[in-house]
């Protein structure tokens, strides 16, 4: 069982340039998230998906763009990039938003610099 | 959302227990507390969560007061290995339940 699988662990990236990280699980949950964490600090979550075809924003969305088309899958895409978006990624899913088995797993992240 | 306030590090010896405080005055009657880790800049791993009663599972307990506004996790035997930041999260309410993380509480196991 993979569970959150996060590919690339790491990637450098030069001012303007475009990259989607990809996010996929194999646990059938319905909820999906996106976060980053900068040096030192907590996660903030930047998009997240309550189930395929349904997406929302959360604290931190300007620069990213989000799609689910599967349950398994939960793309980032970054289409601009800037520095200010150098950063480690990490995304998660769970079965339900809180109570009984809503535990998050979250994958092992993505590295991003850019330069 | 319930907001939560956490020391900013603690320290403990090994082969002792973790008792990591929480505070979340304003949580609401059906908001879950939820505890996490995360080691060194690996992905945040779940510990347990829990409504009302106490909960134990093999990794630590969770004590909730009677008014819930306060909460403590509990690692009974630390060893080196749980040296990590801890955050305790209330799970939002009308924002499909996104964990909102915190700073957490920095725990370092000495020898």
């Known amino acids: 069982n993979a569970g959150v699988t996060q590919t690339p662990k790491f990637r450098i990236l030069k001012i303007g340039q475009s990259m989607t990280l990809q996010c996929t699980q194999d646990m059938n949950h319905n909820y999906m998230y996106w976060y980053r964490q900068d040096p030192g600090m907590g996660l903030k979550l930047i998009y997240y998906?309550?189930?395929?075809?349904?997406?929302d924003k959360g604290e931190v969305p300007n620069g990213y763009n989000v799609s689910r088309s599967t349950t398994e899958d939960f793309p980032l895409r970054l289409e601009l990039a800037a520095p200010s978006q150098t950063s480690v990624y990490f995304c998660?899913?769970?079965?339900?938003?809180?109570?009984?088995?809503?535990?998050?797993?979250f994958g092992q992240g993505t590295r991003l610099t850019v330069v | 959302d319930a907001k939560t306030t956490q020391p900013t590090s603690m320290d403990c010896a090994e082969g002792r227990a973790a008792n990591l405080p929480c505070n979340h005055s304003?949580?609401?009657?059906?908001?879950?507390v939820y505890w996490y880790r995360q080691i060194h800049s690996q992905g945040p791993q779940y510990i347990i969560h829990g409504l009302k009663n106490n909960e134990t599972n093999e990794m630590a307990s969770l004590i909730i007061t009677e008014d819930r506004k306060s909460s403590t996790l509990i690692l009974p035997h630390a060893t080196l290995r749980d040296t990590a930041v801890y955050y305790c999260i209330v799970r939002a309410r009308g924002s499909q339940g996104n964990l909102i993380f915190g700073k957490g509480t920095k725990l370092s196991v000495k020898p």
């Open positions: 998906s309550v189930g395929a075809g349904i997406t």
């Open positions: 304003t949580i609401s009657g059906n908001e879950y």
């Open positions: 998660a899913s769970s079965r339900g938003p809180q109570g009984p088995n809503t535990e998050a797993f």
